[in-house]
């Protein structure tokens, strides 16, 4: 079971807008920054936001991350079958004094 | 641009020991921190061990601590995971993870190695 819980599935259709949630708690969420992943399938991960809300360069502007209390969450606009894959947060915790991942929320786009 | 290409994964039997490495090009290796972090087959992402710049620190998480080492040769450009006292739950694919931080460790993953899978079974 993962300190930092993600719901294990989302979906959407093309075009639409697709929200992931990530909520932890003060040790870690609450008290630094988040990061996302994007892992597609038979790949390893990728960093696609860093600082809770900023974008490494060349990834696109439809994906964008923000933060909230002990919660953050990755939005995804213009959805597109590419996006299928794997997404985790993480972040910093505290109490375990570690990097820390989410269980994962796997992506269908219908 | 940034490569990193981990090797020396394999089947071994529960207590046994294995080594991995992953070879780095693209970046000044000796400036940057390293991750191994690996992912059971089917599961999630779980932190396993960081060395810094100059392999002076090394963190590891409880469930590795004692029976896996990290190490550097900042002259090959390669980074290493010495992993004893093997177990079941210790399969996974294994990754090396740059850390985006210069000089200074960030815990945070900008590049990734494609993985080497590591099988602990009798």
């Known amino acids: 079971q993962s300190v930092l819980t993600q719901p294990p599935s989302a979906s959407g259709t093309p075009g639409q807008r697709v929200t992931i949630s990530c909520s932890g708690s003060s040790s870690n969420i609450g008290s630094n920054y988040v990061y996302w992943y994007q892992q597609l399938p038979g790949t390893a991960p990728k960093l696609l936001v860093y600082r809770s809300n900023e974008r490494p360069s060349g990834v696109p502007d439809r994906f964008s991350g923000s933060k909230s209390g002990t919660s953050a969450s990755l939005a995804i606009s213009g959805l597109r079958s590419e996006d299928e894959a794997n997404y985790y947060c993480?972040?910093?915790?505290?109490?375990?004094?570690?990097?820390?991942f989410g269980g994962g929320t796997t992506l269908t786009v219908l | 641009q940034v490569q990193l290409v981990e090797s020396g994964g394999g089947v071994v039997q529960p207590g046994g020991s294995l080594r991995l490495s992953c070879a780095a090009s693209g970046f000044t290796f000796s400036r940057y921190g390293i991750h191994w972090v690996r992912q059971a087959p089917g599961k999630g992402l779980e932190w396993v061990a960081v060395i810094s710049y100059d392999g002076s620190t090394k963190y590891y998480a409880d469930s590795v601590k004692g029976r896996f080492t990290i190490s550097r040769d900042n002259s090959k450009n390669t980074l290493y995971l010495q992993m004893n006292s093997l177990r079941a739950e210790d399969t996974a694919v294994y990754y090396c993870?740059?850390?985006?931080?210069?000089?200074?460790?960030?815990?945070?993953?900008?590049?990734w190695g494609q993985g080497t899978l590591v099988t602990v079974s009798s």
């Open positions: 993480a972040a910093w915790d505290d109490s375990l004094s570690g990097p820390i």
């Open positions: 993870a740059k850390d985006a931080g210069v000089a200074h460790i960030y815990y945070y993953f900008d590049y």
